[in-house]
């Protein structure tokens, strides 16, 4: 199994360009995140979904677009760059909470993750 | 609402030493707690995890013990390798799914 891998590893943009973010996951798992690293401010969750076809809004959600068609991928848009968010970008996934072996909160699973300037 | 406090790095250790990190957190009900570790150029791993009060995390030498009564989860190794160098973050998860971070604590173990 891969895991959660993320496309592109690197990119940089310019002001007021668009891009889209692919994260995949071959573990079957329903739940999918996406994340934001800045330095001194720790993962902050931009967007979620918890099956496809649904997604909902996680604590940094302006500027950011996402999409579950598939429920092994989920796509992070952004419209119009900014410079604000140059970030590091990690994906997550995870099973249901309830399921797996130990019910009531899961592991999430991390993809390697996507370095983005935008210039 | 849901927070996590951790010490400010970096930490600074010579190979072999005892090392501590630090994590208090602050929330409703009963949460789970993890520790996740980011080695350089890489996404984050779980470390260790604990579900309840008193638990102990361990693995690769490194524990947490879940303490309700001073809402901390501190990391303890008693004998760091150059390669545990990395970034340590502290989380939480309660109710729903979503994890709540730390900042984030460097580790640099020199030889």
């Known amino acids: 199994n891969a895991g959660v891998t993320q496309t592109p590893k690197f990119r940089v943009l310019k002001t007021g360009q668009s891009m889209t973010l692919l994260c995949a996951q071959d573990?079957?798992?329903?739940?999918m995140y996406w994340y934001r690293q800045d330095p001194g401010m720790g993962l902050r969750l931009i967007h979620y979904?918890?099956?496809?076809?649904?997604?909902a809004k996680g604590e940094v959600p302006d500027g950011y677009n996402v999409s579950r068609l598939k429920k092994q991928n989920f796509l992070l848009g952004l419209e119009s760059a900014a410079p604000s968010q140059t970030s590091v970008y990690f994906c997550?996934?995870?099973?249901?909470?309830?399921?797996?072996?130990?019910?009531?909160?899961?592991?999430?699973?991390f993809g390697p993750g996507t370095r983005l300037t935008v210039l | 609402g849901n927070s996590v406090t951790q010490m400010e790095g970096p930490v600074t250790l010579s190979e072999e030493a005892f090392l501590t990190i630090n994590c208090t957190y602050t929330a409703t009900g009963y949460p789970s707690l993890f520790w996740y570790v980011q080695y350089p150029g890489e996404g984050l791993q779980l470390l260790l995890k604990a579900t309840k009060a008193d638990d102990k995390g361990s693995n690769k030498g490194f524990e947490a013990t879940y303490r309700k009564e001073t809402t901390s989860f501190h990391l303890e190794k008693g004998s760091v390798q150059v390669s545990d160098s990395a970034v340590y973050f502290c989380a939480l998860s309660a109710g729903f799914q979503k994890l709540v971070f730390g900042t984030g604590t460097r580790l640099l173990v020199s030889p």
């Open positions: 979904s918890v099956g496809e076809g649904t997604t």
């Open positions: 997550a996934s995870s099973v249901r909470p309830g399921q797996g072996a130990l019910s009531g909160y899961n592991e999430q699973f």
């Open positions: 573990m079957n798992h329903e739940y």
